[in-house]
């Protein structure tokens, strides 16, 4: 297992991330913003599902959902539907037009990711994914409570028979 500095080092890594994924939403339209950018992506891999899954996919409430949903609705980018096996929930699935967003959105991504990973091996950018997919998986829901009581780094944990 890794020593404590590496998870230190590993932490500080992952907040510069951060950099990353501002570098990416400044490359956005301005009519679609990130919650968007994401709902039009889920449905573009996944195809049509009910709001419930897309929550899901998102890692974020029904109520966070609604309001990108909502926006990128408004917008003509996504149609909503009653479902089938149960008229009180919605199907969410992408139009024509939200088709054409996406492909651009993607065409951006691609351009920025391209350019700032120019001195990248195919290799490289390959392992990259493999680690990223693999730490995605390793924190599965994220919106789940920790397996096990985390510690603070640096500190002693009590247990009740040491007090």
Same mark, same amino acid.
């Given at each position: 297992?890794a020593?404590?500095?590496?998870?230190e080092e590993?932490?500080?890594?992952?907040?510069?991330?951060?950099?990353?994924k501002?570098?990416?939403?400044?490359?956005?339209?301005h009519d679609?913003p990130a919650?968007?950018?994401?709902?039009? /992506?889920?449905? %573009?891999r996944?195809?049509d599902m009910?709001? @419930?899954?897309?929550a899901?996919l $998102?890692a974020v =409430?029904?109520?966070?959902?609604?309001?990108?949903v909502a926006h990128?609705a408004e917008?003509?980018?996504i149609?909503r539907s009653?479902?089938p096996?149960?008229?009180?929930?919605?199907i969410v699935?992408l /139009?024509?037009? %939200?088709?054409?967003?996406?492909a651009?959105? @993607?065409?951006?991504t691609?351009? $920025?990711?391209? =350019?700032?990973?120019s001195?990248?091996?195919?290799?490289?950018?390959?392992?990259l994914?493999?680690?990223?997919?693999r730490?995605?998986?390793?924190f599965?829901d994220?919106?789940?409570?920790?397996?096990?009581?985390?510690?603070?780094?640096?500190?002693?944990?009590r247990?009740?028979?040491s007090?």
């Amino acid at each position: 297992m890794a020593e404590q500095a590496q998870f230190e080092e590993l932490a500080r890594q992952l907040s510069a991330v951060g950099a990353v994924k501002r570098d990416l939403g400044r490359i956005l339209p301005h009519d679609c913003p990130a919650g968007s950018a994401a709902v039009l /992506t889920l449905l %573009g891999r996944h195809g049509d599902m009910r709001m @419930s899954k897309l929550a899901e996919l $998102l890692a974020v =409430d029904m109520s966070v959902t609604s309001r990108h949903v909502a926006h990128v609705a408004e917008r003509g980018w996504i149609e909503r539907s009653p479902d089938p096996a149960d008229k009180r929930s919605r199907i969410v699935h992408l /139009t024509a037009t %939200g088709q054409d967003r996406l492909a651009e959105l @993607s065409q951006r991504t691609t351009e $920025l990711l391209a =350019d700032r990973l120019s001195d990248w091996t195919d290799d490289e950018v390959e392992q990259l994914i493999g680690l990223m997919t693999r730490l995605r998986a390793s924190f599965g829901d994220c919106r789940a409570a920790p397996r096990l009581p985390l510690p603070v780094l640096g500190t002693t944990t009590r247990t009740p028979a040491s007090t």
